[in-house]
């Protein structure tokens, strides 16, 4: 184990044994690396790599601070996994996902608040009066479809879950927007199946909410077959699939 393994693996079991809380500022340099038994060369990679990580804050002139340590920022540089493994056939990423958000819509059907049920009905009202006009605004359709799905996977309760649910549907923007430039009818079928979702939810009713985010979802993978290794989602000289 290199030296900078010892001060990522180090202040990890300080902070996992209590030693360091979340927001907690950590000793100056030279104390530190006395307590690591490393040089101050090695516990600044070390810090580097926790940074990256999303552990520590290093605050030019103010000193290196515990994050929040919350899931979906621990969670972030699993990014770069997902990117990896879907290279090639992205359908592999958005099952994942699909899996993930039926889970979350499951759990949510039981959990949700008014508040929130509100607010996703809210984002709906706004796509239906945006689905069908022409010119279509598909980008603000997308951070509706976005802004509905987080509403969802927030309310699963469960932080892990939410980072997971980030790092996949993250990375399935570009079919996404794909879709709804060059699918006929794709923003009035995803619009349609959000709201046979939000139904389902308001019905609390955790069976249906898991089918309804299934059929939706299925519905997007599908609609990859036709998506070209190198796309450009704003293109429009892409043939419908």
Same mark, same amino acid.
Request: aromatic share 2%; charged share 30%.
């Given at each position: 184990?290199?030296?900078?393994?010892?001060?990522?693996?180090?202040?990890?079991?300080?902070? +996992?044994?209590?030693?360091?809380?979340?927001?907690?500022?950590? #000793?100056?340099?030279?104390?530190?690396?006395?307590?690591?038994?490393?040089?101050?060369?090695?516990?600044?990679?070390?810090?580097?790599?926790?940074?990256?990580?999303?552990?520590? /804050?290093?605050?030019?002139?103010?000193?290196?601070?515990?994050? /929040?340590?919350?899931?979906?920022?621990?969670l972030a540089p699993m990014g770069f996994v997902v990117d990896f493994q879907g290279q090639g056939d992205p359908r592999h990423i @958005?099952?994942?996902?699909?899996?993930?958000?039926?889970?979350?819509?499951?759990?949510?059907?039981?959990?949700?608040?008014?508040?929130?049920?509100?607010?996703?009905?809210?984002?709906?009202?706004?796509?239906?009066?945006?689905?069908?006009?022409?010119?279509?605004?598909?980008?603000?359709?997308?951070?509706?479809?976005?802004a509905f799905h987080r509403i969802i996977a927030v309310h699963a309760d469960n932080p892990v879950l939410v980072g997971l649910i980030?790092?996949?549907?993250?990375?399935?923007?570009?079919?996404?927007?794909?879709?709804?430039?060059?699918?006929?009818?794709?923003?009035?079928?995803? @619009?349609?199946? @959000?709201?046979?979702?939000?139904?389902? +939810?308001?019905?609390?009713?955790?069976?249906?909410?898991? $089918?309804?985010?299934? /059929? @939706?979802?299925?519905?997007?993978?599908?609609?990859?077959?036709?998506? #070209?290794?190198?796309?450009?989602?704003?293109? $429009?000289?892409?043939?419908? #699939?």
């Amino acid at each position: 184990m290199s030296r900078t393994d010892e001060v990522v693996n180090g202040i990890k079991r300080m902070i +996992l044994d209590g030693k360091f809380k979340p927001g907690d500022r950590l #000793p100056i340099e030279k104390d530190l690396a006395e307590s690591l038994g490393v040089s101050r060369g090695s516990l600044r990679e070390g810090m580097s790599a926790l940074s990256i990580l999303g552990i520590v /804050n290093i605050r030019q002139g103010d000193g290196t601070y515990v994050t /929040n340590l919350d899931a979906p920022q621990l969670l972030a540089p699993m990014g770069f996994v997902v990117d990896f493994q879907g290279q090639g056939d992205p359908r592999h990423i @958005h099952t994942v996902r699909r899996l993930l958000e039926c889970e979350a819509a499951q759990l949510a059907a039981t959990r949700i608040t008014d508040e929130a049920l509100a607010q996703a009905g809210e984002l709906l009202d706004e796509a239906a009066r945006m689905v069908g006009q022409s010119p279509q605004d598909h980008e603000r359709i997308l951070e509706i479809d976005i802004a509905f799905h987080r509403i969802i996977a927030v309310h699963a309760d469960n932080p892990v879950l939410v980072g997971l649910i980030e790092a996949f549907a993250g990375r399935t923007i570009r079919g996404r927007l794909w879709r709804s430039l060059h699918e006929e009818g794709a923003d009035r079928r995803t @619009h349609d199946e @959000h709201v046979a979702i939000l139904k389902a +939810l308001v019905a609390r009713d955790p069976e249906r909410a898991r $089918t309804r985010m299934a /059929n @939706h979802l299925i519905g997007v993978e599908e609609s990859l077959h036709g998506l #070209p290794d190198d796309a450009d989602p704003t293109s $429009t000289e892409t043939t419908r #699939p």
